[in-house]
């Protein structure tokens, strides 16, 4: 390694995933292994992405990091313990065109610099350490020339947050607990890609919350400490729905998904009330859309729209298909209009094309629209303006991915510091 001013940079873009069979309690806290297997949903990086720049030079004297524009410290022990076990697997990196050759032996001398950015606010409770711990992890083994596979990797993200492990993969992903002492078998792996189950769509209800709320780790601990509904769940319940939710999965039955889902949102968030003191993640307006979600169901007489509520008060829907989406979104924008002074499209964002289909993207109003005749007589009418803050269409969505294009980076080339 010769001692220029050469900055070596990848970029890589991943996405968050939304459990539909959740982990809630950790049997080591240090190394991240949960007390049950969970099975999650990939969303669309066209619509919610962590974009990451990694770089490495002679020039750079210390590990740097900017999340969102502000530079962080990379001294906890989530990144420490990221950043150590991809080095422990870096290998050789030649660019012969660019006269840069970075041996195994030299990685421990070398600094990194990191930037990160999450397109959807920190605020919005969308679990973006996941997709941001999976886009690190993934972003410095293509740096440094890591032979892994993405389950390997996932191992690793694991380390930084728990649920980042499964976005290591597009579409359809579990987590498997394992049993190792070491966690080296706690990994993520897919059960099938964003293309086998399409028609699927998923929209989200970021609810506002005037309480600040308990964090997952500080939940999870208090949990596994007080609740006997937590043992029951992980030891007899989720086992069996694991297996249910990949049945379904592989079949595409959209009727058993939405009950597997519906009914494991609605038990871990039992735990949380059964944990001492209890937890509430959950507001009268998630309360309000279960309502309205199971109402609906049961008067077409088949499942339309799945539901499932992680540490927060947002709802994420998985509408059976574009159709029901569209009747969806209209139900909830009746039930959930914006302020007066909200653009309709700053209120609804991500797969513009189903408000469109909704026909309310031009001079239409919500004010037009009519409740859903099948629950009309049975919910109340639209007290609740404000009480949503946005609501994000999207769809099951890719794995990570490299992003070549270097106006896509997010430090400059020269001096490896943020643009
Ligand atoms: N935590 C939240 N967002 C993150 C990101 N993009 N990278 C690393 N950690 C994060």
Same mark, same amino acid.
């Given at each position: 390694?010769?001692?220029?001013?050469?900055?070596?940079?990848?970029?890589?873009?991943?996405?968050?995933?939304?459990?539909?069979?959740?982990?809630?309690?950790?049997?080591?806290?240090?190394?991240?292994?949960?007390?049950?297997?969970?099975?999650?949903?990939?969303?669309?990086?066209?619509?919610?992405?962590?974009?990451?720049?990694?770089?490495?030079?002679?020039?750079?004297?210390?590990?740097?990091?900017?999340?969102?524009?502000?530079?962080?410290?990379?001294?906890?022990?989530?990144?420490?313990?990221?950043?150590?076990? #991809?080095?422990?697997?870096?290998?050789?990196?030649?660019?012969?065109?660019?006269?840069?050759?970075?041996?195994?032996?030299?990685?421990?001398?070398?600094?990194?610099? #990191?930037?990160?950015?999450?397109?959807?606010?920190?605020?919005?409770?969308?679990?973006?350490?996941?997709?941001?711990?999976?886009?690190?992890?993934?972003?410095?083994?293509?740096?440094?020339?890591?032979?892994?596979?993405?389950?390997?990797?996932?191992?690793?993200?694991?380390?930084?947050?728990?649920?980042?492990?499964?976005?290591?993969?597009?579409?359809?992903?579990?987590?498997?607990?394992?049993?190792?002492?070491?966690?080296?078998?706690?990994?993520?792996?897919?059960?099938?890609?964003?293309?086998?189950?399409?028609?699927?769509?998923?929209?989200?209800?970021?609810?506002?919350?005037?309480?600040?709320?308990?964090?997952?780790?500080?939940?999870?601990?208090?949990?596994?400490?007080?609740?006997?509904?937590?043992?029951?769940?992980?030891?007899?319940?989720?086992?069996?729905?694991?297996?249910?939710?990949?049945?379904?999965?592989?079949?595409?039955?959209?009727?058993?998904?939405?009950?597997?889902?519906?009914?494991?949102?609605?038990?871990?968030?039992?735990?949380?009330?059964?944990?001492?003191?209890?937890?509430?993640?959950?507001?009268?307006?998630?309360?309000? #859309?279960?309502?309205?979600?199971?109402?609906?169901?049961?008067?077409?007489?088949?499942?339309?729209?799945?539901?499932?509520?992680?540490?927060?008060?947002?709802?994420?829907?998985?509408?059976?298909?574009?159709?029901?989406?569209?009747?969806?979104? @209209?139900?909830?924008?009746?039930?959930?209009?914006?302020?007066?002074?909200?653009?309709?499209?700053?209120?609804?964002?991500?797969?513009?094309?189903?408000?469109?289909?909704?026909?309310?993207?031009?001079?239409?109003?919500?004010?037009?629209?009519?409740?859903?005749?099948?629950?009309?007589?049975? #919910?109340?009418?639209?007290?609740?303006?404000?009480?949503?803050?946005?609501?994000?269409?999207?769809?099951?969505?890719?794995?990570?991915?490299?992003?070549?294009? @270097?106006?896509?980076?997010?430090?400059?080339?020269?001096?490896?510091?943020?643009?």
């Amino acid at each position: 390694m010769a001692a220029e001013k050469w900055v070596y940079m990848v970029t890589a873009q991943t996405s968050p995933n939304i459990a539909v069979i959740n982990y809630w309690g950790k049997r080591d806290e240090v190394r991240i292994l949960p007390v049950n297997d969970s099975i999650s949903v990939t969303l669309d990086p066209d619509h919610l992405c962590t974009v990451t720049t990694v770089a490495v030079s002679p020039a750079f004297d210390s590990d740097r990091m900017w999340l969102n524009g502000k530079e962080i410290s990379l001294s906890g022990i989530r990144y420490q313990n990221c950043l150590r076990e #991809i080095q422990g697997r870096a290998g050789e990196v030649k660019d012969k065109e660019r006269g840069i050759k970075i041996e195994k032996k030299d990685w421990e001398k070398l600094h990194l610099h #990191i930037a990160s950015y999450n397109n959807f606010p920190t605020a919005a409770g969308l679990a973006s350490s996941a997709a941001g711990f999976a886009c690190l992890v993934f972003s410095l083994a293509k740096l440094m020339n890591v032979d892994e596979d993405a389950s390997h990797l996932s191992a690793i993200a694991r380390q930084g947050s728990g649920s980042a492990c499964r976005s290591l993969f597009g579409g359809f992903v579990k987590w498997r607990m394992g049993s190792k002492e070491d966690g080296s078998d706690s990994v993520a792996v897919q059960l099938a890609d964003e293309k086998h189950w399409n028609d699927l769509v998923i929209i989200i209800a970021v609810v506002s919350s005037r309480q600040k709320e308990t964090s997952s780790t500080s939940g999870m601990r208090k949990s596994v400490e007080t609740s006997s509904l937590l043992q029951h769940r992980a030891k007899e319940v989720v086992p069996k729905r694991i297996l249910q939710m990949e049945e379904a999965i592989k079949n595409r039955d959209f009727a058993s998904f939405t009950q597997l889902s519906c009914a494991d949102s609605n038990q871990y968030h039992a735990v949380c009330l059964d944990t001492s003191p209890p937890i509430f993640y959950m507001n009268d307006n998630s309360h309000m #859309i279960i309502s309205l979600v199971e109402k609906w169901n049961l008067s077409e007489g088949a499942p339309q729209v799945a539901y499932t509520f992680d540490a927060g008060p947002n709802a994420v829907l998985i509408a059976r298909n574009r159709k029901v989406a569209v009747q969806l979104l @209209q139900g909830l924008l009746y039930y959930f209009p914006p302020k007066s002074d909200t653009d309709m499209k700053s209120y609804v964002v991500g797969d513009m094309s189903i408000l469109k289909e909704a026909g309310l993207d031009g001079e239409n109003s919500v004010e037009n629209l009519q409740p859903p005749p099948e629950i009309k007589d049975s #919910i109340g009418s639209q007290d609740q303006k404000g009480e949503v803050n946005y609501f994000i269409c999207t769809k099951p969505g890719r794995g990570p991915v490299l992003l070549p294009d @270097q106006t896509q980076a997010l430090l400059d080339p020269e001096t490896g510091l943020p643009k």
